[in-house]
């Protein structure tokens, strides 16, 4: 059986939602930086154990707070990425307040908090940065390397089911 | 003495009111079994319980006429009584149907205007009259023959806010049907906050030959994907269509099923019947 679920990724602009996204659906990345305008849908079928989960990602324009993303695209999302970029401390200062609102907005809804870009440090950088995040994120990612991708993606789709 | 005296009016008194004494013993014991039957509640329903079923069966039958005054005088009452919050309750909705009434019958008008300009000052008419002239042809036969029927190509039924493909059909080979539901889904998001217009809603799509006609329902959408030159008529019966479809279909099989796009099938079976 396979079941439908609606997927957003929220986060700053620049912070790789777009490159997750295509790591994961379509397995590439690119160097080249190219701004989402409103929103890219994507879709992708994840196998669990009972079930096939078939994600449509919607993957919504960056912007400095949620409460700019139009409602509309929240409205009905089964499950929420929130991306943060570890180079970019303005990605991240608000995060806890991020969430907050975003789990008012959507309750019961999993929301998986994650670090993107992690290929740009050290492991001893990386523990640094994780301790200055106002809240523990789910994972570190690489859209770069793949690293975790899937992981993230999958995890989600076990929660939402 | 006085004891043989007593023992004697004893036995005279025994011998006078025996009868009444008989009656009283009587009377006694039917007041005990009346309050048996009144006390106990098994025994009284017993008694009662067929009165009381006729009485229901009698009202049941009788209602209208017993009551129907009475209940129509106090609806009138209520109704005259509360004009102000009817009219707040109604009046979004009736002014929605009015206005889009309106809407519909001017574009129809307007429409027939102009097919009715054209094809009586035309050029193209003036060759048309000439050639059916000559060759004996009917000209409106031709007209006909050369005009681009409208067709239904797709129709998709998708969840309001999340869009989740509910059911779909299709004529053809198309993309990824969640896809285009997710897409579609967003553009009327868009629209709607691009354009903040409330109780409204993003109605047509057009692109070259191609219309998408969305209607929406409380928790999903229709969405008609229509090829040809498709006029007020034409969307009138595709409006009947999807409404019927609505009725018979969408609102008496989501309740019986936990597949997710449980419409697909009876979506197939229903449009594929249809000569739109």
């Known amino acids: ?161 | 003495m006085v004891e043989q005296k007593d023992e004697l009016f004893q036995r005279l008194r025994d011998i006078l009111l025996e009868k009444e004494h008989r009656d009283h013993q009587q009377l006694s014991q039917t007041v005990n079994e009346l309050h048996q039957d009144i006390n106990t509640r098994q025994r009284l329903e017993v008694k009662v319980d067929p009165i009381v079923d006729d009485k229901i069966s009698y009202l049941k039958k009788n209602f209208p006429e017993i009551f129907g005054p009475a209940i129509a005088r106090a609806v009138s009452v209520q109704i005259r009584e509360s004009q102000d919050m009817m009219i707040d309750a109604l009046y979004p909705i009736i002014g929605k149907l009015i206005k889009k009434y309106i809407v519909v019958e001017l574009s129809a008008l307007s429409e027939k205007i102009d097919q009715q300009l054209e094809q009586a000052f035309s050029w193209e008419m003036w060759v048309r009259r000439l050639k059916s002239w000559v060759t004996g042809q009917s000209l409106g036969k031709e007209i006909v023959a050369q005009a681009m029927e409208p067709m239904i190509q797709e129709v998709f039924v998708i969840k309001q806010h999340s869009s989740v493909l509910l059911g779909s059909y299709s004529r053809q080979n198309i993309m990824d049907r969640d896809m285009i539901a997710g897409m579609m889904t967003a553009i009327r998001g868009f629209a709607k906050e691009a354009f903040a217009k409330e109780h409204q809603d993003l109605q047509t799509i057009e692109y070259e030959t191609y219309k998408i006609l969305l209607k929406k329902f409380q928790t999903f959408y229709v969405a008609v994907t229509v090829s040809g030159a498709m006029n007020e008529a034409f969307k009138q019966k595709i409006d009947d269509l999807v409404l019927d479809f609505v009725h018979k279909v969408v609102n008496t099989t989501s309740a019986t099923t936990s597949a997710e796009d449980y419409l697909s099938d009876p979506l197939r079976q229903y449009f594929s019947q249809t000569n739109l």
Request: some cysteine; proline content about 4%.
């Open chain 1, 1 to 161: 059986m396979t079941i439908s679920k609606k997927v957003i990724l929220l986060g700053h602009y620049g912070v790789g939602k777009s490159s997750l996204t295509r790591r994961f659906v379509y397995q590439k990345f690119s160097n080249q930086y190219n701004t989402t305008i409103g929103v890219n849908i994507e879709k992708k079928v994840v196998a669990l154990p009972t079930c096939e989960i078939s994600m449509i990602i919607w993957d919504i324009a960056g912007e400095t707070s949620h409460q700019k993303v139009p409602q509309s695209y929240k409205l009905g999302a089964h499950g929420v990425i929130y991306v943060v970029d570890l180079t970019r401390p303005n990605t991240y200062q608000k995060l806890d307040t991020e969430i907050l609102n975003l789990q008012k907005s959507l309750p019961d809804v999993p929301m998986l908090v994650i670090g993107n870009k992690k290929d740009l440090f050290t492991e001893k950088e990386r523990t640094d940065i994780v301790k200055q995040l106002p809240l523990e994120p789910f994972a570190l990612s690489s859209a770069k390397t793949g690293e975790n991708v899937d992981a993230i993606f999958t995890e989600l789709a076990k929660r939402m089911v």
